[in-house]
C-alpha cells in the first residue's frame, strides 16, 4: 500500500504540462479540443486534429463501447490511413509540425503517464519514426543505470520552430529503480532534451535534469529559447 500511495503521489508531482492532464478514466468532451501545444483526444468524444496546412487531420469518431480505428483523412474528408495502435480507449494528443510533414503523439499509458510516438507524413501516408524516441530511452538508461530501457518513456512537450525537433522529457515510475524492478536500485530524474526526427539524434548540448520542485519545467533559455 505504501508504494501504491507513494507512486499516485509521485505522479502527480511529477504530472506532466497540461496536454498530458486527461486521466484514463475521464470522459468529458469538455476537456478535448484543441490546446496551446497540442489537441487533446478524450475517449468516447470526437475529434479532429488539422494540420496547419490543412491537408490532413487525425480523427476520431464518437462512440460508446467500442473504439473505432484513429483516422488520418485528407482534405477532402477521405481516409488516408489507420492508426489502430492509438484505438485503446486511452486519450491522446496530437502535435503538428509548424510544416505540416510530420506530427507526434503523446498517448497515455496509465498514471498521467505519456508515451511517445513520431510519424512523417510519406507519399501521403504517416510513417511511424521511432528513431528519437530509442535515442531518448538510450540516453536516460545511461544517465540512470538502475533504469530498464522499458521503464523510461519519453515525452513530447513542443516542436521547435523550424519543425524539425521536439523537445521532450523522460519519465518513469516512481519505483521503477527500487529492487522490484532492477539489480541495480538507484535514484533517477526527468531530463529534458532537444531531438531532431528526421536523424533520431539528441542535440547533446540540450540535455538537463528537471530540479523543479514543484513539476515538470522546461529549461529555458540556451536552446531551449523560443525559435
Not at 496509465?110 to 528513431?131: H, N, Q, T
Not at 529503480?177 to 542535440?203: F, H, K, N
Amino acid at each position: 500500500m505504501r508504494t501504491l500511495i507513494l507512486f499516485l503521489l509521485h505522479c502527480t508531482f511529477w504530472a506532466l504540462p497540461a496536454h498530458a492532464q486527461v486521466g484514463a478514466l475521464q470522459t468529458d468532451c469538455a476537456l478535448g479540443g484543441q490546446g496551446k501545444e497540442g489537441y487533446q483526444f478524450v475517449a468516447t468524444c470526437p475529434g479532429r486534429a488539422r494540420s496547419p496546412d490543412g491537408r490532413f487531420a487525425v480523427v476520431q469518431r464518437a462512440y460508446q463501447d467500442w473504439q473505432p480505428p484513429i483516422e488520418l483523412r485528407d482534405a477532402k474528408d477521405r481516409v488516408v490511413a489507420r492508426l489502430p495502435g492509438l484505438s485503446d480507449d486511452m486519450p491522446f494528443t496530437v502535435h503538428w509540425a509548424p510544416n505540416s510533414r510530420w506530427f507526434f503523439v503523446n498517448h497515455h499509458v496509465g498514471s498521467f503517464m505519456d508515451v511517445l510516438r513520431i510519424f512523417e507524413i510519406a507519399g501521403g501516408k504517416p510513417i511511424e519514426r521511432p528513431a528519437l524516441v530509442r535515442s531518448a530511452v538510450k540516453i536516460a538508461s545511461r544517465r540512470y543505470p538502475c533504469l530498464r530501457p522499458d521503464m523510461i518513456l519519453p515525452s513530447g512537450t513542443r516542436w521547435t520552430r523550424g519543425g524539425r525537433a521536439i523537445v521532450l522529457v523522460t519519465i518513469s515510475r516512481v519505483d521503477a529503480c527500487s529492487a522490484d524492478y532492477t539489480e541495480r536500485p538507484g535514484s533517477w530524474q526527468p531530463l529534458w532534451m532537444i531531438g531532431d526526427v528526421r536523424t533520431g539524434m539528441v542535440e547533446a548540448r540540450s540535455i538537463q535534469v528537471d530540479r523543479s520542485d514543484t513539476g515538470l519545467r522546461e529549461p529555458r533559455g540556451g536552446l531551449y529559447s523560443r525559435r
